[in-house]
């Protein structure tokens, strides 16, 4: 992706490596700073992924970035999301109640702790041009795509590159390298 061509997205950028730096001092009882930085995180995700077909130009609709499974973002993410754009197209929320409602999700956070809660979303996403993200390494391990990690109290994120390979989203280079893990065959 030329950048430079797009001042907004190098400021975009700049603030996701930000985000990185801002985390520090996240205490266990203070849920809400962590799922405000991972918010964050999730919408500079899409502005730095290119879905097949749209040639990472502006393409009609919204962006839906769905949470499947717990929520543990509860109004955080609406706000953060709430009167924005990426590509010029507005960027909205959505909370399927099952599988079968999760059609238009583009970039699918999946909630949850366990193998067996995050397998069936990933299942069924997998054949899907849609960017997954979850909590914890076991995520990527399991066939995500991106995986947040607190290391130092600090939210990192780890990439497999397999994952997103397999569903055609492709994340800028620059996004790669802030990434404290990047597995797959591509990262060999």
């Known amino acids: 992706m030329a950048l430079l061509k797009h001042p907004r997205r190098c400021r975009s950028l700049a603030a996701l490596s930000l985000f990185a730096l801002t985390a520090r001092g996240l205490r266990s009882q203070e849920a809400h700073p962590e799922y405000e930085v991972k918010a964050a995180y999730l919408l500079n995700f899409a502005r730095y992924a290119a879905w097949p077909g749209s040639g990472g130009s502006e393409a009609a609709g919204d962006l839906v970035i769905c949470v499947l499974g717990h929520d543990p973002f509860g109004?955080?993410?609406?706000r953060t999301v709430a009167g924005r754009t990426v590509l010029g197209r507005p960027v909205r929320v959505l909370r399927p109640a099952n599988r079968a409602e999760a059609g238009p999700c583009q970039l699918a956070f999946v909630g949850g702790d366990r193998r067996s809660e995050i397998e069936p979303w990933l299942s069924d996403l997998s054949d899907r041009p849609v960017l997954t993200v979850g909590d914890g390494a076991q995520f990527t391990d399991a066939g995500g795509a991106i995986g947040f990690v607190v290391?130092?109290?600090?939210?990192?994120?780890?990439?497999n590159l397999d994952a997103l390979r397999h569903s055609g989203v492709k994340l800028s280079s620059r996004v790669l390298a802030l990434a404290s893990r990047v597995e797959?065959?591509?990262a060999r």
């Open 184 to 186: 797959g065959e591509a």
């Open 151 to 159: 290391r130092d109290r600090t939210v990192r994120f780890e990439v």
């Open 75 to 78: 109004a955080v993410l609406d």
